[in-house]
């Protein structure tokens, strides 16, 4: 199993910066996919960004050009800086971890608490 603790969310104006955090209490690395996802009040969870354990990248399309996904494995950490950042960016953001477990075929998901992004126009 593996447990995820995010940081770094906040209040920021409309073409400001901030960089989340994801802790994770496991080598990342042994991690097949680690996620960033984001749910604005009345709207489903969506994907961010995320990155397989082959280092393949995937960003969702409103975030591409604005938010870099990277993470540092000597810190079992990840982030997301999120840059440009405009009013629809604003919700609690959620770092997820795919994980096989045991005999498993399929990946478990295990989430963080998440942070709360709030971008003023």
């Known amino acids: 199993q593996v447990q995820l603790v995010e940081s770094g969310g906040g209040l920021v104006q409309a073409g400001g910066s901030l960089r989340l955090s994801c802790a994770a209490s496991?080598?990342?690395?042994?991690?097949?996919?680690m996620g960033w996802y984001r749910q604005a009040p009345g709207k489903q969870r969506e994907l961010v960004a995320a990155?397989?354990?082959?280092?393949?990248?995937n960003y969702e399309d409103s975030v591409k050009g604005r938010f870099t996904f990277s993470s540092d494995n000597a810190k079992n950490t990840v982030y997301l800086q999120m840059n440009s950042l405009k009013p629809e960016d604003t919700a609690v953001y959620y770092c997820?971890?795919?994980?096989?477990?045991?005999?498993?075929?399929?990946?478990?998901?295990?989430w963080g608490q998440g942070t709360q992004v709030t971008v003023s126009s």
């Open positions: 997820a971890a795919d994980l096989i477990i045991g005999h498993a075929t399929t990946p478990f998901r295990f």
């Open positions: 496991r080598s990342i690395s042994s991690i097949n996919v």
């Open positions: 990155v397989t354990s082959g280092g393949s990248t």
